[in-house]
């Protein structure tokens, strides 16, 4: 299993609904690509299991037009870590299925 560590700010998607998000730096983004070149799921997702504080979950990560991965963080864990739009997040992902 392949693991990373980073930290980027939480921003908010404009338009419909709440979803809140964390940019995964460009240079993890590219490692994981390749990493899973052949082996995404639908929308170029990738199964990932995270880490944020003491909240761990698995969710998808999928690509933006930027070219880098996006990381959906949930309102459960927002609230449980106490995380707000702008703060840095500290995260861990972990490759699932690879």
Same mark, same amino acid.
């Given at each position: 299993?392949?693991?990373?560590?980073?930290? /980027?700010?939480?921003?908010?998607?404009?338009?419909?609904?709440?979803?809140?998000?964390?940019?995964?730096?460009?240079? &993890?983004?590219?490692? &994981?690509?390749?990493? +899973?070149?052949?082996?995404?799921?639908?929308?170029?997702?990738?199964?990932?299991?995270? +880490?944020?504080?003491?909240? +761990?979950?698995? +969710?998808?990560?999928?690509?933006?037009?930027?070219?880098?991965?996006?990381?959906?963080?949930?309102?459960?864990?927002?609230? /449980?870590?106490?995380?707000?739009?702008? /703060?840095?997040?500290? /995260?861990? $992902?972990? $490759?699932?299925?690879?």
């Amino acid at each position: 299993m392949s693991t990373y560590r980073f930290s /980027a700010p939480l921003w908010q998607h404009p338009g419909e609904g709440s979803w809140y998000f964390v940019a995964v730096p460009e240079q &993890i983004s590219d490692d &994981i690509a390749d990493l +899973t070149e052949g082996r995404r799921k639908g929308f170029g997702s990738v199964r990932v299991s995270v +880490t944020v504080g003491g909240s +761990t979950w698995q +969710t998808s990560l999928f690509p933006s037009k930027s070219g880098s991965y996006v990381l959906p963080v949930k309102k459960l864990v927002r609230v /449980a870590e106490r995380l707000a739009e702008g /703060a840095p997040v500290e /995260a861990q $992902l972990d $490759l699932v299925d690879f």
